[in-house]
């Protein structure tokens, strides 16, 4: 998940699997899982970044072939089916575990670095 040049290594990986998905033939190989805030992130920037009317008047129909084809392609991942069973377990830690706000996230952070690491880091910065 390098963010470098807006997430290219994980944008080339996600096509490369939906380049997978669309030839295969069992259902596992049928699977992807897409990076879910990037996706929003992308449809965001798509629906603020470009003017629904182009400079002469027109509908500009880019825009919203841009924003279906997106959406077009998570139903479709969504409707695959997993063949894979489910692991109880891991569905319990998922609906159990709590959502952090950004208070609660960076206490917890500092809870797993002692103050002691904090202090070391902060004198290395100002060397």
């Known amino acids: ?3 470098s040049c807006n ?4 944008r080339s990986t996600l096509k490369a699997a939906v380049w997978r998905s ?3 033939t069992d259902d596992s190989q049928r699977i992807v899982i897409p ?3 990037l996706l929003v992130k ?3 920037f798509l629906n603020e970044g470009c003017s629904n009317r182009l ?5 500009n129909f880019e825009k919203f072939w841009q924003l279906a084809k997106q959406v077009t392609e998570f139903i479709t991942w969504k409707q695959v089916h997993c063949p894979f069973p489910k692991a109880a377990k891991v569905i319990t830690y998922l609906q159990a575990t709590p959502v952090l706000n950004e208070d609660a996230l960076s206490l917890a952070s500092f809870e797993c ?3 002691e690491n904090h202090e070391k880091d902060r004198y ?3 060397k």
């Open 55 to 59: 400079p002469n008047g027109h509908i």
């Open 113 to 115: 670095e002692p103050p």
């Open 124 to 126: 290395k910065a100002l």
């Open 35 to 37: 990076f879910f805030s």
């Open 22 to 24: 669309a030839a295969a």
């Open 7 to 10: 997430f290219s290594s994980y």
């Open 1 to 3: 998940m390098d963010p």
């Open 42 to 44: 992308d449809l965001y």
